[in-house]
């Protein structure tokens, strides 16, 4: 058929099932010895989150499949009444940060110098153009977050909450990460 555009399916999309099987196996640790339950699992057609929680913590994980971006990302997430927090990254009505990327934790707020924390921000950062984000890529990418998140989660966990959710710009929407 002339004139048609072919509409292009990542490969991450095509192969949802595996990751998601594979990114609940590369975190299994965290419902082991690290105490969490994977509270609850969400699915749209861009996404895929599954979240854990420990009872009475007020930080929980998200671990997060972008199938549209074609993204691994593992998020801290503030936790109110062992309640999950709404979507975005900043509830407006509230004036809180109530998401935010364990790198960002990790690097900008907490100081962390650590190689494995620079080659995986290298690797979310780099342009598709240089690496193509497949299947094998998200694989890796689990990998390195599962790594990270084992290392550095207790750690991260005795933190108080002001320091790894500091108090959002004035003018920040639920979409803002700044």
């Known amino acids: 058929m002339r004139g048609k555009k072919q ?46 929680v420990r009872r009475g913590d007020s930080v929980g994980i998200e ?3 972008d199938l549209r971006d074609e993204a691994v990302w593992v998020y801290l997430l503030r936790l109110h009444d062992n309640g999950l ?30 190689a494995q924390l620079d080659e995986l921000a290298a690797m979310l950062n780099a342009p598709q153009a240089i690496r193509t984000r497949d299947y094998s890529w998200a694989s890796e990418a689990l990998t390195r977050w599962s790594d990270l998140v084992e290392l550095y989660i207790d750690e991260v966990s005795h933190e108080p909450i002001a320091v790894l959710f500091p108090p959002p710009p004035p003018d920040a929407s639920p979409a803002s990460q700044a």
């Open 7 to 52: 509409r292009h399916i990542p490969e991450m999309a095509l192969r949802r099932d595996e990751l998601e099987r594979l990114a609940r196996e590369r975190f299994m640790f965290l419902t082991g010895a690290k105490g969490y339950t994977l509270s609850s699992s969400e699915q749209d057609v861009f996404m895929t989150s599954d979240y854990y």
């Open 63 to 65: 671990v997060a499949l």
């Open 85 to 114: 927090p709404p979507h975005g990254f900043v509830d407006v009505e509230k004036g809180e940060r109530i998401r935010v990327s364990l790198l960002t934790v990790l690097k900008r707020f907490l100081g962390v110098k650590d």
